[in-house]
């Protein structure tokens, strides 16, 4: 126990220097105090797409905004807007903090009509843009305190009263699309002790004030109806806002709870167990009937070897010469498995870290910071699983292995992000990784991980393969045609169908954050799902490994990544019936988005589950094969 609390200790200190090293901050880490007056700064981020309050609303877009984006024309701090530090996940995931003109104190100018500015002559051009937006419907995302501003929802099939993070920068319930120009921003705070205050929720109504917007005396009443934008003529916008401090009972600890609402749990729940218990029953019914013929299959040979010298073999052992044979293209598959051990370790290890709670919502960014730090530091099992793969199946060339392996997974994904970063630079979206992140990202993917990986190969290739309990034959043996449901693809796509199965729930889930800007916590759920994905993936693979062996189809190695990574075209297939579903994508650059991420969604499934895949079935055979006596 005293170990283990160490361990997490040494954990938790070592993602502190990491963060602190990096300045990456990590707000809502510990409480803010504010006494009476002290100011409360409203800190604004990216415009986002989200979903509608419609029962069938689907997003429309996947690009992001800058607040202060020249088209928007919103109020400026004066001085002009500076931006915020912020982590490097943050920023990779579209975070873009900067400071605002909101001049909120605690406790003060409680129900007070303001002026926040007025914006005059808005150009049509840049009204129909901001018009364009209102119909895809944007939000604004302001921080307070390191919560976000939420609108107050009704869970319509719960009755449930949560905070959905973010409010409409308009209104277009009809058909003509009217601005958001004043803000009724709710409060609450609770007051632990006397005189010390803590800002615990934030809610924001937004709504659209028409009437004259030139003069100075803030309006905050709505009488004269809605104000739309002009697309042909200038538009002056006033601006304003009113707050008002709520006491809450909330107390800081659990201030997140609100915001946090599972959209019907019961469902959540009943497939995710449902699944569960079906992936879990065909692994063990998998596992009983592998090890119930297997285990006849030998002592009946063992038995025949003994008796006489009538040479009979049957299945399996008929391919004992062939089934260490060197695959085609080892180099690839090495690579392959090189970096799926790498991406499996980083899986692991950051959802160890968010069931242990370091990556709740609070600390924005922080699942992909640690995502890339692991991903980095783990170069040195990448390096060394391919090498030793690669020198097992009997691959000559290993500088090149090693080089390979150390760049080919960073630069492809390099070369999708430029893609994306390049279109999303031309929608002028503040989406695209600016160039100091990407720097940092080059310097962590090629200036550590990469000689890590060098250095794991080195060591691995010092080890050299592990050694194979029968030998090759001279010559290869001629392969009888196998049933159809073992050829390749046949075999992954049949084989990808129970992983897929037992995760698609949470697959939904994920996919909801990644797109429709819903959070992400169930950490839990997630984690477990993992665990019965790569249990029923190596089940599923050994299966089919034993299924070809005893056809006498001895090209096991491929096919066993590929049985694998076969849930990854389920995901694909997923994917593009999630767009048609739940999406509506109307610019180019958002379905160009949507593809990108999802290609990369599926390039990394399909590596860690065919690293699993493959990993299992060359375990099971090497098992399989010093079990019997070969003369
Ligand atoms: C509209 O606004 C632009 C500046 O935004 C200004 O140059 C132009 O004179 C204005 N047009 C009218 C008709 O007021
Ligand atoms: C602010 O005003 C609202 C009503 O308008 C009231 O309920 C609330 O208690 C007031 N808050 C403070 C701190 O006075």
């Known amino acids: 126990m005293k170990l283990l609390e160490g361990h997490v200790h040494a954990l938790t200190s ?80 579209g975070d873009r903090i900067f400071n605002s003109p909101f001049d909120i ?61 973010g409010f409409n920068l308009g209104d277009d319930e009809t058909e003509t699309p009217y601005l958001n120009n004043h803000y009724e921003i709710v409060m609450k705070y609770h007051e632990p002790s ?54 809450s009972d909330t107390p800081w600890a659990t201030r997140w709870d609100n915001y946090l ?81 790498q991406l499996c370790a980083m899986v692991s290890v950051t959802l160890v870290f968010a069931l242990l709670g370091f990556l709740s919502p609070s600390n924005r960014g922080s699942i992909a910071t640690v995502m890339m730090v692991c991903w980095t530091l783990f170069g040195g099992i990448g390096g060394y699983y391919s090498s030793r793969v690669y020198s097992s199946l009997g691959g000559q060339n290993r500088r090149r292995a090693a080089f390979l392996t150390a760049t080919a997974l960073p630069t492809t994904i390099f070369a999708i992000m430029f893609l994306l970063n390049f279109f999303l630079l031309t929608a002028g979206s503040s989406g695209a990784v600016p160039f100091g992140t990407m720097l940092l990202v080059v310097v962590l993917w090629y200036g550590i991980s990469a000689p890590l990986s060098a250095i ?19 010559i290869p043996r001629q392969i009888p045609p196998g049933p159809k449901y073992l050829r390749p693809w046949a075999a992954a796509l049949l084989g990808g169908i129970l992983p897929f199965g037992a995760a698609f729930v949470e697959l939904f889930f994920v996919m909801s954050s990644l797109f429709a800007s819903r959070a992400y916590y169930a950490f839990g759920f997630l984690a477990l799902t993992a665990l019965i994905v790569s249990l029923t993936v190596a089940t599923v693979s050994i299966l089919f490994t034993y299924f070809m062996l005893c056809a006498e189809e001895y090209r096991w190695h491929w096919r066993a990544f590929l049985v694998g990574g076969g849930s990854a075209f389920w995901v694909l297939g997923y994917g593009l019936f999630y767009w048609a579903t739940r999406l509506s994508l109307e610019s180019f650059t958002s379905i160009l988005l949507y593809l990108g991420y999802l290609l990369l969604l599926v390039l990394l499934v399909f590596m860690v589950t065919g690293t699993i895949g493959f990993l299992a ?5 090497r098992r399989l094969y010093s079990a019997i006596r070969v003369d």
């Open 261 to 341: 609402h599972i959209f019907d749990p019961r469902i959540h729940w009943f497939s995710l167990v449902n699944s569960l218990v079906i992936a879990f029953f065909l692994c063990v019914m998998v596992a009983m009937i592998l090890y119930r013929t297997v285990s006849r299959d030998i002592s009946r040979y063992n038995a025949i070897d003994l008796s006489e010298d009538v040479h009979e073999d049957w299945g399996w052992k008929l391919v004992h010469g062939e089934v260490f044979r060197s695959p085609q293209n080892p180099l690839l598959l090495a690579i392959l498995v090189g970096n799926g051990t």
């Open 456 to 474: 794991g190969s080195y060591i691995g290739g010092k080890q050299g393969g592990v050694s194979h309990p029968v030998r090759v034959n001279q």
């Open 105 to 165: 104190k605690m406790l003060e100018g409680n129900g007070t009509c303001r002026s926040l500015c007025i914006v005059p002559d808005i150009p049509g051009e840049d009204s129909k843009f901001i018009n364009e937006l209102i119909r895809e419907d944007y939000a604004l995302n302001w921080l307070v305190d390191g919560l976000p501003a939420a609108e107050m929802k009704e869970d319509l099939k719960s009755g449930d009263i949560f905070y959905d993070m």
């Open 617 to 621: 079935s060359y375990w099971a055979v």
């Open 14 to 93: 070592l993602l502190a220097f990491l963060t602190a090293a990096n300045g990456f901050y990590l707000p809502g880490a510990a409480p803010h105090n504010f006494g009476p007056g002290e100011p409360v700064n409203v800190y604004v981020n990216t415009l986002t797409p989200i979903l509608a309050g419609k029962d069938d609303a689907k997003v429309k877009s996947l690009i992001n905004y800058d607040y202060y984006n020249e088209k928007l024309h919103f109020c400026q701090p004066d001085g002009g807007p500076t931006s915020s530090p912020e982590g490097l996940g943050s920023v990779l995931f």
């Open 194 to 247: 006397p005189g010390v205050y803590r800002v615990v929720g934030v809610l924001v109504w937004p709504s659209s004030r028409g009437g004259s917007q030139e003069s100075t005396t803030p309006n905050c009443e709505g009488a004269a109806g809605k104000l739309a934008l002009s697309e042909t003529s200038n538009t002056t916008v006033h601006y304003t806002y009113r707050v008002t401090w709520e006491e």
